[in-house]
Nanobody
């Protein structure tokens, strides 16, 4: 069973930065496409960013130029560096690991952008 654990959320002022981390258990990490999603109150969960085992990346338009996704294969971790945060980035951020068609979700981490 693969476990997915997010960390790094918190409260930050507009314009600030946070780095979220997603750590997976198991040796299958090398085959995982890992994505971040977020869900704001009263809204549907939406895609934020994705990184493939080959380190190819993809971002939603609102994240381009502000967020950077990267993977650390030694520590089985994917990081999401978020800069220039806006109040509309406030949401619970979820990590999703797709390992050869099998998906695993973490419990989520809260990000609040407020002055």
């Amino acid at each position: 069973q693969v476990q997915v654990v997010e960390s790094g959320g918190g409260l930050v002022q507009p314009g600030g930065s946070l780095r979220l981390s997603c750590t997976t258990s198991g040796s299958m990490f090398a085959f995982a496409t890992v994505a971040w999603y977020r869900q704001a109150p009263g809204k549907q969960r939406e895609f934020v960013a994705r990184i493939t085992p080959e380190h190819a990346t993809d971002y939603t338009d609102s994240a381009k130029g502000r967020f950077t996704i990267s993977r650390d294969t030694i520590n089985f971790t994917v990081n999401l560096q978020m800069n220039s945060l806006k109040p509309e980035d406030t949401a619970v951020y979820y990590c999703n690991a797709d390992i050869i068609g099998q998906e695993y979700w973490g419990q989520g981490t809260q990000v609040t952008v407020s002055s």
